[in-house]
C-alpha cells in the first residue's frame, strides 16, 4: 500500500523496509574499489569536478568514490530512506543531504542558484514511476551548472521488469536521449557500459552517459 506521504508506490518502496535492506548489500568493500574505477573512466573526459549533487545515494559509496578522485569537492546528496540518509549525513555536512523524494524537493531552491559542476543518479532513474520522470529531468537540469550523468538500466524503447521479485519496480528506457531531446542544450560527451562478470571492476551492467551542459558563454 502506498504510503500517505508519497504520491507513487516507488517512492513508498524505497523508503520503507526495501530500502532499509538494501542498505546491507550495498556495503560489499570491493564496491569501493569499482566505483573508484568506474568514476575514473567516466569523468576522464570532464573537466575538474569541484562540485556535485547525487540523487538517490543511499549511504554515499558513489561519494566517497568521487572524493577520492576531487579531493576537498563539494558534495550534497538527496536520499528518500531514513536510515540511509542517516549513515549519509556521517560522510557529508548535515545541511547538505536532502532527505525527500526527488518528486517533493525543489533542487533549485535547496542547492541554490550557482547549482553544482556534476548531477548525476546511479541506478536510481530505473526505479521511478515512468509518469513523472520528466519532473525529474527538469530538475536534473536546472542544478547543473557544467554536466550531467546518467548511469543506468538501457534499452531503445521503455519496458519494466521485475525486481527482486517485485513488479513495476524497476524500468529500462534511453533515459539520457529522453533528456537531451527534451534540453538541446545538453550535448553528449561521452558514454560506456559495464559488464556484471568484469573480471577486475564489474558494475550492475551499467550504461552510462556523460551529458555537458551548454551555455551563453560556451556555445
Known sequence: MKHKDYRTDEESFWAGQ????????????????????????????AAK???CLEVGANIGMNLRALASLYPGQRQCAVEINHQAANEL??????????????????????I????????????????????FLPRVYEKLFAVARRYVLLCEYYNPTPTAIEYRGHTERLYKRDFAGEMMS???????????FVY??????????ITWFLMKKRTEDTR
Open 49 to 51: 569536478v569541484e562540485s
Open 112 to 131: 541554490g542558484e550557482n547549482g553544482c559542476d556534476l548531477v548525476f543518479t546511479k541506478g536510481v532513474l530505473i526505479h521511478i514511476n515512468p509518469q
Open 89 to 110: 549525513r556521517k560522510l557529508l555536512p548535515p545541511s547538505r543531504v536532502f532527505e525527500s523524494s526527488i518528486l517533493d524537493l525543489d533542487l533549485a531552491d535547496v
Open 18 to 45: 526495501f530500502g532499509d535492506q538494501y542498505i546491507s548489500r550495498n556495503r560489499d568493500p570491493t564496491l569501493q574499489a569499482s566505483n573508484l574505477a568506474f568514476f575514473s573512466r567516466v569523468l576522464h573526459r
Open 196 to 205: 556484471h562478470r568484469d573480471t577486475a571492476f564489474p558494475q550492475d551492467d
Open 182 to 192: 527534451l534540453y538541446p542544450a545538453l550535448e553528449l560527451v561521452d558514454y560506456g
